[in-house]
């Protein structure tokens, strides 16, 4: 397949990786726990089957992950892209409510409504609800999908509807540990 020219031209021009809710002043915290995938290593490609909606059968990845520091109340998964070509990274999932008495969440997890019972998905890439998976611009490179687990000394309380701006305002000052997981995906 030809390369795609709109790709070509964005190539240098991404959010960058300082546009991470990881990266946040207000959401630093040691990273005293471990967050891993059976699907795929960190820094690793993402396999086809958790590719976005339209192109692939956009499942969830399982997810795995050490215990979390005392103390935490709940889990708050946040997976971006840092490489989109705008101001601010795509989110791929927005999700509150994880028990932290799990070690982890399996595939397809991230549905919505998900099979997991109290967990909630805000409003992720296009107004999307749940895992919304890879889906880079063909010929732009390799994306990074930054799986940002959150370990929080309290519950956030939200409206049934909820975006990333509200849990990030939310969640400020109440994080407790943090693990991160980085997959790849590249459309050539």
Same mark, same amino acid.
């Given at each position: 397949?030809?390369?795609?020219?709109?790709?070509?031209?964005?190539?240098?021009?991404?959010?960058?990786?300082?546009?991470?809710?990881?990266?946040?002043?207000?959401?630093?915290?040691?990273?005293?726990?471990?967050?891993?995938?059976?699907?795929?290593?960190?820094?690793? $490609?993402? *396999?086809?089957?958790?590719? %976005?909606?339209?192109?692939? &059968?956009?499942?969830?990845? =399982? /997810? #795995?992950?050490?215990?979390?520091?005392?103390?935490?109340?709940?889990?708050?998964?946040?997976?971006?892209?840092?490489?989109?070509?705008?101001?601010?990274?795509?989110?791929?999932?927005?999700?509150?409510?994880?028990?932290?008495?799990?070690?982890?969440?399996?595939?397809?997890?991230?549905?919505?409504?998900?099979?997991?019972?109290?967990?909630?998905?805000?409003?992720?890439?296009?107004?999307?609800?749940?895992?919304?998976? $890879?889906? *880079?611009?063909?010929?732009? %490179?390799?994306?990074?999908? &930054?799986?940002?687990?959150? =370990? /929080? #000394?309290?519950?956030?309380?939200?409206?049934?509807?909820?975006?990333?701006?509200?849990?990030?305002?939310?969640?400020?000052?109440?994080?407790?540990?943090?693990?991160?997981?980085?997959?790849?995906?590249?459309?050539?």
């Amino acid at each position: 397949m030809p390369a795609n020219p709109l790709g070509l031209a964005l190539h240098n021009r991404r959010a960058g990786r300082h546009t991470l809710g990881w990266a946040r002043p207000d959401l630093q915290a040691p990273e005293n726990f471990v967050l891993t995938s059976p699907a795929f290593d960190h820094e690793a $490609p993402i *396999p086809e089957k958790h590719r %976005g909606r339209l192109v692939g &059968a956009n499942i969830s990845p =399982a /997810l #795995d992950w050490t215990r979390p520091p005392a103390g935490t109340v709940e889990l708050v998964l946040i997976v971006q892209d840092p490489d989109v070509p705008l101001g601010k990274p795509a989110t791929h999932a927005l999700t509150l409510g994880i028990d932290p008495s799990l070690t982890g969440i399996p595939e397809n997890a991230l549905a919505n409504p998900s099979p997991i019972p109290g967990v909630r998905h805000g409003k992720g890439a296009l107004g999307h609800r749940g895992w919304a998976g $890879p889906k *880079p611009i063909r010929s732009h %490179g390799p994306h990074t999908y &930054a799986f940002q687990l959150f =370990a /929080l #000394d309290q519950a956030p309380e939200l409206p049934a509807s909820f975006a990333l701006d509200e849990v990030i305002a939310a969640i400020s000052g109440h994080v407790i540990g943090r693990a991160r997981l980085d997959g790849t995906y590249e459309i050539r």
